[in-house]
Nanobody
């Protein structure tokens, strides 16, 4: 599985950005996907994750720090997940990484993901 993240950039506080993560492979619907971020001098932390099942659709999970501001979604026809980030704050500044895992339950732990994208920089100015 190869992951390609994009959509980062520089935005003022209060603004919005949408990150995308395109995945390779024919069984995207079996991938549980996650977004993590790493700010300078800090450890990588969980942001959001999404699973999918044919009988219940998508299920999403968010870190408390982004709940109500960020929305993660997936387009299975395009093998892509998105992270819509609204009301951005300077403390959201980080490199954002998408991750994928197959065959295991969705998790908020980075050790639970097998595949990682290259990261995209998000900078929020005050």
């Amino acid at each position: 599985v190869q992951l390609q993240a994009s959509g980062g950039g520089l935005v003022q506080a209060g603004g919005s950005l949408r990150l995308s993560c395109a995945a390779s492979g024919r069984t995207f619907t079996s991938y549980n996907m996650g977004w993590f971020r790493q700010a300078p001098g800090k450890e990588r932390e969980f942001v959001a994750s999404i699973s999918w099942s044919s009988w219940s659709g998508s299920s999403t999970y968010y870190a408390d720090s982004v709940k109500g501001r960020f929305t993660m979604s997936r387009d299975n026809a395009k093998n892509t997940v998105y992270l819509q980030m609204n009301s951005l704050k300077p403390e959201d500044t980080a490199v954002y990484y998408c991750a994928a895992v197959t065959g295991r339950p969705i998790t908020t732990s980075q050790s639970g993901y097998d595949y990682w994208g290259q990261g995209t920089q998000v900078t929020v100015s005050s």
